[in-house]
């Protein structure tokens, strides 16, 4: 672990030297959104390699979870967080820790920009310069890939690809908190930023969400459902996760998924599946009529500030119409991240999850 041993900025290293022991290579590491479905398969990861864990829980709901999954809860919300100001007493566990994974934010598809900045941007910030100045070493973030889905129609990008501009409020917030992050003046901190696209596996909210869907008629294709997406397993997720928390380049942004990209339909039918919904026939309409009806449906909620977004949005048109993924090969060559869990076993634990 370069950074722990002083040496953070050089090239990364092995994990560890030859004769280095278990106990040598494990960290305390402070873990937000441990609750969460991400959180609860990072913490069960971190805590299972014998790394001390504290997990953040605003609610005694979230920390029965975070516990259960492994964690040591530390009871705080990251809403009493505001930048420049003095940090509340929760913040004091940062002290003693080696790192933070800053896993917990609001995500929604529709809201403004102001309501993300206050709910993710702010305490984000905040969480930044507590951890920097209590002298931890690492900051990992976990983003989104679709800080670049919007003006930035490229089919495959890199972290070098122009990201455009998001266009959803909660990507286009995602973006400004990565800038932020990597710009701030913490110069014994490194920063480290995960982009994962859409993340699956066994207890996401998101596949009976779809499920609900269907079953009540809404389910439609744009283009057949051929358009090809990416997406990351929880598991790889985790995984990359710990690897970026000895390993990467300090301000490092890193794209990761499961390396599989495939059509939308071949992959959603197969998940949704895995709750009893058959989609696979569901109607189709072409991305020539999709793409302006959605910026009309979208455009005029906006226009009328509806709190709840319409059937078409210009977010889902970028997601179900036009093909996107995303080459890993920075997270390959500089992680040592390898995606370990394929759609098979995946789909095959969603679906004994199901009662």
């Known amino acids: 672990m370069a950074w722990l041993a002083g040496s953070r900025g050089s090239p990364q290293q092995e994990d ?46 979230a920390a029965e979870l975070a516990s259960a999954a492994g964690g040591d809860v530390v009871k705080g919300d990251l809403a009493d967080l505001t930048p420049g100001s003095t940090p ?25 920009d102001a309501s993300f900045r206050r709910d993710n941007l702010f305490p984000s910030v905040a969480l930044h310069e507590a951890a920097a100045a209590a002298g931890v070493g690492r900051f990992v973030v976990i983003s989104a890939a679709s800080v670049s889905t919007g003006s930035q129609r490229a089919a495959v990008v890199d972290e070098r690809t122009d990201n455009g501009r998001p266009n959803i409020a909660y990507s286009r917030v995602k973006l400004a908190t990565e800038q932020a992050l990597l710009s701030a003046d913490a110069p014994a901190m490194d920063t480290v930023v995960l982009r994962p696209p859409f993340v699956w596996g066994a207890g996401m ?32 997720l985790a995984a990359a996760v710990e690897l970026a928390l000895t390993r990467g380049r300090p301000g490092g942004i890193y794209y990761v998924t499961d390396a599989n990209p495939m059509p939308i339909r071949d992959f959603m039918t197969r998940l949704v599946a895995t709750q009893g919904v058959d989609v696979s026939g569901a109607r189709s309409v072409p991305l020539g009529v999709a793409a302006p009806l959605g910026a009309v449906l979208d455009g005029g ?31 390959r060559r500089e992680l040592g991240y390898a995606p370990g869990m394929d759609l098979a076993e995946g789909f095959a634990e969603m679906t004994l999850a199901q009662p």
């Open 16 to 61: 560890g030297a030859e004769h280095a022991t278990r106990e040598e290579l494990t960290i305390k590491i402070f873990v937000t959104g441990g609750s969460g479905f991400v959180g609860r398969h990072l913490v069960r990861r971190l805590a299972g390699q014998g790394h001390t864990v504290l997990a953040l829980a605003r609610s005694d709901r």
């Open 88 to 112: 509340p007493g929760w913040t004091s566990v940062l002290s003693g820790s080696d790192a933070v994974v800053h896993a917990a934010a609001r995500m929604e598809f529709w809201g403004n």
């Open 205 to 236: 909210a998101t596949a009976s969400e779809l499920a609900d869907l269907a079953r009540a008629g809404g389910w439609t294709w744009i283009d057949q459902g051929r358009r090809i997406m990416d997406f990351i397993h929880v598991r790889n």
């Open 301 to 331: 909620a906006r226009l009328l500030r509806r709190p709840k977004p319409p059937m078409l949005t210009n977010w889902l048109v970028a997601f179900l119409g036009r093909d996107r993924s995303y080459d890993i090969t920075a997270a």
